[in-house]
């Protein structure tokens, strides 16, 4: 299991063996505690596949400590979080960067921690050793991810596009409170006696 997803050991006594699983799986809850790559991208997709099979009605608590990443692999985890009949509590439990916050806006409910922190800025790419055509086709995949994610945006925040647009032109920092009236979460614990349960 990669840095950044503990385990809590949970026996489970069986007829016939005793099992050891991750406790915090059997509870639903996920962690993001890291940055997003395709290993704990497919990871925590899997976990929410995986567990929303077996009982749709249940609710995920995904916890996120993140400062972004792999733009590829969080938006796979926002499409599956975004097409599980499952609801899906996003946290911000320390940083939502980049990516992360993209995540933290997938979320059915999304809740931010006192001390939280969240930046959106645009996809970027590296753009080093490339070749002239390589470098365009490039450009056109990531115009789309970035249309991508504006539309994500969008439909969260309720924000125009050219409001999106400016706000991922630079590193936007944002406490809980300002994630709070931009619209990328609902609740901040401990606000108006709202608790994390």
Do not use: W
């Not at 950044?4 to 059997?26: S, W």
Request: proline letters at 3%; a negative charge; one cysteine or more.
């Amino acid at each position: 299991m990669p840095v950044g997803l503990p385990k809590v050991r949970l026996l489970i006594l069986d007829e016939d063996a005793e099992i050891e699983c991750n406790g915090l799986y059997q509870r639903r809850i996920l962690i993001l505690g890291s940055e997003i790559t395709s290993e704990n991208a497919n990871i925590l997709s899997g976990a929410l596949i995986y567990f929303s099979l077996s009982d749709s009605s249940r609710e995920f608590k995904l916890l996120i400590n993140s400062p972004g990443g792999s733009v590829i692999d969080g938006i796979a985890i926002y499409d599956t979080i975004d097409t599980l009949l499952a609801p899906v509590e996003t946290t911000a439990v320390g940083v939502a960067a980049s990516m992360a916050c993209f995540i933290l806006t997938g979320g059915t409910s999304r809740i931010a921690f006192p001390h939280a922190r969240v930046m959106m800025h645009q996809p970027s790419i590296s753009i080093s050793d490339m070749q002239m055509e390589d470098l365009v086709l490039e450009m056109q995949a990531i115009e789309k991810i970035r249309d991508c994610i504006i539309d994500g945006y969008i439909r969260t925040t309720l924000k125009s596009r050219m409001e999106i647009m400016d706000a991922l032109e630079k590193d936007v920092f944002m406490s809980a409170i300002e994630a709070k009236e931009y619209r990328l979460v609902d609740h901040i614990v401990g606000e108006n006696g709202f608790e994390f349960s």
